[in-house]
């Protein structure tokens, strides 16, 4: 799949390229709004993709927040979605922003469920913006009740913003394109995972059982 006119693409010579060695002339390294990735120079094919580009807690968040550990191995991701709003108004900013739904949200956590931050480790937006919502070394507060019960203590929770459910709009493109890639993101940095699920069975519509299987086939 060659980039878009809209990727920011630049030269970086001294990247290490994944399944070097190769000549870093031919390659260059870009990003677009869901991963990094290396670029063949001549065809613009991607030919290996590093990570997805995640906004930091500390990029959206002043406040500080005490985690507690996970007790037991993390062996699951819990899959969510917020049932809110895609966008939201930032006031200060004047203009619609992903980043203001995040910290309503967390402020939401805070207040009414009692939690120390946003629940999820992760949150996805419409264009595919990957948003740490806690590190994925601690515990999160996600997975406590219905067929998640009590999961909490070993399961990181991935949320797309946004309202899936059964007779809605499906997920947009960047939004599952950044679902599988951190999706192999985490699967990377946490080995002892052995399942993907759902949050609720009858939680998302029909477009679930289309990715379920790409999604599961990471786990290989
Ligand atoms: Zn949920």
């Known amino acids: 799949m060659p980039l878009g006119d809209d990727d920011d693409c630049s030269l970086q010579t001294n990247m290490p390229i994944p399944g070097g060695p190769i000549s ?3 390659f260059i390294f870009c990003y677009n709004v869901n991963e990094f990735v290396f670029v063949d120079a001549r065809t613009g094919e991607v030919v290996a993709t590093l990570m997805p580009r995640i906004v930091s807690r500390a990029d959206w968040t002043d406040r500080n927040a005490t985690f507690s550990p996970f007790t037991r191995d993390v062996t699951r991701i819990v899959m969510h979605h917020t049932v809110t709003n895609p966008t939201a ?3 200060e900013l004047g203009e619609m922003t992903i980043a203001q739904i995040v910290r309503n949200m ?3 956590h805070i207040r009414r469920m009692g939690w120390t931050a946003l629940g999820y480790h992760f949150v996805i937006g419409y264009d595919g913006t990957i948003f740490e919502g806690r590190p994925m070394d601690v ?9 998640t019960y009590n999961r909490n203590p070993f399961t990181i929770g991935v949320a797309l913003i946004g309202d899936f459910g059964p007779g809605n709009e499906p997920p947009s493109q960047a939004q599952l394109d950044s679902l599988f890639s951190l999706t192999s993101y985490i699967l990377d940095r946490i080995s002892t995972i052995d399942t993907i699920e ?14 379920q299987d790409d999604l599961r086939e990471k786990l290989r």
């Open 24 to 26: 870093p002339i031919d």
């Open 139 to 147: 515990s999160g507060n996600h997975a406590l009740l219905g067929r």
């Open 198 to 211: 759902c949050h609720w069975d009858t939680y998302f519509g029909p477009w679930y059982s289309s990715v």
């Open 106 to 108: 967390e402020i939401d």
């Open 89 to 91: 108004f930032d006031y």
